[in-house]
C-alpha cells in the first residue's frame, strides 16, 4: 500500500487549503450557533424615522401627527419633493407624509387625503401606512353632525386587546433546532466541492507528471493496483472530511441529535460527497495544471452555491438560475436538506439525481482517463 500511504501524506500536505476552508467553516457555524438561536413569535412594530408636512393645521390633521408621533419620531422637513425623495434615499428618513390643505373635506368624502412617501427598501415603513388607515378609518366612524369626535378617535385607538399566544414551547425549540441543523448542513455542501476538488485535485496533479509516471512504469506496481490504491486514497479522505462535518454538528448541537431526522442529513451528505469525489475523478482526468485546478474549486464551489439555493434560499432564486442549477448535484443536495419529510423515502428522487450525477461524472472520467492513457 505505498502509493495509498503516499497519497494521504502528499494530502496532509496542503495544509494552507486545509486549514483556510476549515477556517471558513468554523466561522459560519459560530455564525449560525449565534443566529439561529432565536425565533421571532409575534409582531414587533419598529418606531420610524417619518417626515411630517402639515398643510392643514386643523384640529384632524393635528390628532393625526400626534398619534403618529406617538410610535415614531417626528421630522419636520421642506416641502419639496425633490428634497423628500433625497432624504428617503439617504435613509435619513424611512417615510414622509404631506397633508393636503383640504385634508378634513377630503377625509370626510374619502378621498385621497394626504401624500405618502416610504422607503421601499425598507418593509417596516408599510406599517406607518397602515396607522394611517386606521386612524382616518376611526376618524371616518366619529364623523357626525359635521364634525369629528377626536376623543373618542382617541380613545378608541388607545384600546389594547390582550392576546395570549398557545403554543407549545418544545415544538418552537424543535423548529429552531431543525433549521439550524438544515442550514449548517446546506453550508457543508460550498465547503465539500471546495475541499475536494482542490486537494485532491492537486494530490492527483502531483501523481500525473511525467517524472512519477515514468518511475511507475519501470516499476512492478501494475496499473490495477496503483489504481485501486488511488481510489482507496481518495475514498479515505472524503470519508475522513465528511465525518468531520458531522462531528462538528454533534459538537455544536450534540443533544439535539434526536430531535430532528439526523439520519436523513447524514445519508443526504454521503451521498453529495459521492458524488463531488466523482466529479472530482473527471476533473483529475481532464486537466493537470494545478491553476486551473484551483480555479475550478474555487469558481465551482461559489458558483454552485450560489446558484443552488447554499448562499440563498432557492425559493428567492428565479426560474431561469434555477433551471441552470438542475445540472448540478448541488441542487437537488439542498432541495433534500431542506424538505421537511418524515424520512430517507421522502427524499428519495433527490438522492436518486444525486447517484446519476455521480455515475455519469464517473464514467466521463473513465473515458477520458483511457484516452489520456491511449495517448
Known sequence: MTV?????KTALKNKVIISIYIG?????????????SEQETGFRASSLNIGVIDN????????????????????????DEEDIKELIFLEVLDAVIVINEDFDRRVMNKE?????YNDVRKVQSIQLQSQINKFLNFANASYENGSFNLELVRRALSERIEVKLVRSEDKVVNNVISQWFATYFKFVAYFIIGIYIAVIGLVMADFKESKIRNRVKISSKKAFQLNKELYIGQLTLAILI???????????????IFEVRFSKYIINLLVFSFSILCLTFLINNLFRNKFVINALATVLSLGTSFISGVMVPQEILGDKVLSIAKFFPVYYYVKANDMKGNGIWDIRYELIMQLLFAIVFLFMGLYFAKRVQQE
Open 242 to 256: 465528511s465525518l468531520f462535518f458531522i462531528s462538528g454538528s454533534v459538537f455544536l448541537k450534540g443533544k439535539y
Open 24 to 36: 471558513l467553516f468554523l466561522m459560519t457555524s459560530l455564525l449560525l450557533v449565534s443566529t439561529v
Open 4 to 8: 495509498y500511504k503516499y497519497f494521504i
Open 112 to 116: 385621497e387625503a394626504l401624500l405618502f
Open 56 to 79: 392643514n393645521n386643523s384640529q384632524l390633521s393635528t390628532a393625526l401627527v400626534e398619534y403618529l408621533g406617538e410610535r415614531n419620531s417626528l421630522v419636520d422637513i421642506i416641502n
